[in-house]
């Protein structure tokens, strides 16, 4: 494609997991504009979160290091941004005209992070002593405190349909911010618009609407691999979703899809305004996810693992300046950390040297990608070569091998298949010159060791997975 200064609208969902594409093959979810843009545009079919939880992976896409350079892996939510060049400050840098929408996940708050102009939507975070613009707008039409009334928790996956106005609810209400910064934008600037979603990631409150869309949908129930068993590792990775009964995680999966379909009619309005300001024809169109969601395959719920539905996520380049690219299935292997390179180069702006990131634009290409998430009992790292992904628990010194062109799924665990040797050894090796710091005490003589696992005990939820309250009075802030 051509070099040149386009408008950018990049649109951030949190906890969107490749699969859940019509585009990717899943027919029981409905997104007809995100499906047209990937028709229209290019699909990146091998990008990957290096370190699927929120901000960890928003750090990496924002300054495109991985967590080595930017310091996070596990979720550090009073660490301040690094002191690196970002994606926003690049545009802004070049004269473009940068505005945010929506949730940003960094500390303190209020922080910019190279935008010109930000308008806040940060999921009642009380706790760092900052009203948000969309807790001001509710405040404003008489609905102060009670953007938490369904009494649906962040990180739980009991649902109910969204008791406000249709208006209140943070996708309808981000999409409507974003049009308007659309229509009072500097007609003598290009724009970098950053549409950032706080969902599908739960509370699971779709509108009463969508959830009725999949009220009689045949949605499939999870699958589960043949290794999930009772050692250490997978009691530990399976905890947060084992309470929850058949009909609970059916419900769940309607309704996480209910509001995947919400965002995807949304952006038909956000696309209408570039249209109707006549910017359309220049606006290159980004939309990716920070992580996926397990969505209860394998037993598991959330992110914050490798395997497919939390690592794999969506990255789709559309609009009539990709229109060269228009249909095509890039299946390199590419990661969040690639996103900032490949807008800069799109857009004929130099690419700083700190990034570690590469341009999609071009024709560089990585032969395998290394990712890590958490410390302790739960920390996993993984290494993406060709076909095969391998994950490795050093608490307990458990390995898993997968072939993805014969199992997407990752029903079967290859690792004690002789055939499947030369390949471990292979991927054991790059995650060991991978490793660093404290992770190093895992090898011993050459071979990864890990650590003895300890006996599983199943830890108490006594707050509800950070379950918030009704927002007035506003709480206190919580000290750190």
Not at 18 to 31: D, H, K, V, W, Y
Request: aromatic share 10%.
């Amino acid at each position: 494609m051509e070099h040149k200064h386009y408008h950018v609208l990049f649109i951030q969902v949190d906890q969107w997991a490749a699969r859940f594409l019509g585009s990717a093959g899943c027919r029981e979810i409905m997104t007809p504009t995100l499906d047209q843009l990937a028709r229209d545009g290019v699909q990146f079919t091998n990008c990957y979160s290096s370190c699927p939880v929120c901000i960890p992976a928003r750090r990496s896409l924002m300054t495109g290091t991985f967590p080595r350079t930017h310091g996070d892996r596990v979720y550090s939510d009073r660490m301040p941004m690094p002191n690196l060049p970002t994606l926003a400050g690049e545009f802004t840098r070049a004269g473009y005209q940068t505005t945010a929408v929506g949730k940003l996940h960094v500390y303190p708050q209020r922080s910019r992070i190279g935008f010109e102009d930000v308008t806040l939507q940060e999921e009642g975070r009380y706790e760092f002593g900052v009203t948000d613009d969309y807790q001001l707008w509710l405040g404003d039409h008489g609905l102060t405190g009670r953007e938490f009334s369904h009494a649906m928790g962040n990180n739980c996956y009991d649902t109910r349909p969204w008791p406000l106005p249709e208006e209140a609810h943070p996708t309808v209400w981000a999409t409507a911010q974003m049009v308007r910064q659309i229509y009072r934008r500097d007609p003598n600037r290009p724009a970098f618009f950053y549409l950032s979603y706080q969902f599908p990631h739960p509370p699971l409150v779709p509108l009463q609407s969508y959830l009725d869309m999949y009220r009689d949908s045949d949605i499939p129930a999870p699958v589960v691999g043949d290794w999930v068993d009772d050692s250490f590792i997978m009691q530990e990775m399976t905890e947060s979703a084992r309470r929850y009964s058949p009909l609970e995680i059916r419900r769940a999966r309607q309704a996480y899809f209910a509001q995947c379909t919400l965002i995807d009619h949304q952006l038909r309005l956000v696309i209408g305004a570039l249209r109707e300001t006549g910017m359309l024809s220049d606006t290159l169109i980004v939309f990716a996810s920070d992580h996926g969601e397990m969505l209860f395959d394998h037993r598991m719920a959330g992110k914050r693992s490798f395997y497919e539905n939390s690592t794999h996520v969506p990255l789709i380049l559309s609009g009539r300046p990709a229109s060269d690219l228009r249909g095509v299935r890039d299946g390199r292997l590419a990661c969040l950390e690639d996103v900032m390179p490949t807008l800069l180069d799109a857009c004929g702006i130099p690419t700083p040297a700190s990034v570690e990131g590469i341009s999609l634009f071009g024709q560089e290409t990585r032969k395998s990608l290394y990712g890590e998430i958490s410390e302790g009992a739960r920390a996993t790292r993984m290494i993406r070569k060709g076909d095969y992904k391998l994950i490795y628990y050093p608490y307990g010194n458990r390995s898993q091998l997968f072939d993805l062109s014969k199992d997407p799924f990752e029903l079967h665990d290859l690792t004690q298949d002789p055939a499947c040797t030369p390949v471990r050894r292979e991927l054991e090796a790059l995650l060991m010159d991978a490793l660093y710091g404290d992770d190093r005490t895992w090898i011993r003589d050459g071979h990864l060791e890990g650590i003895e696992a300890p006996e599983y005990h199943q830890k108490a939820d006594y707050g509800f997975s950070n379950q918030r309250s009704l927002h007035w009075p506003i709480p206190p802030v919580k000290q750190p």
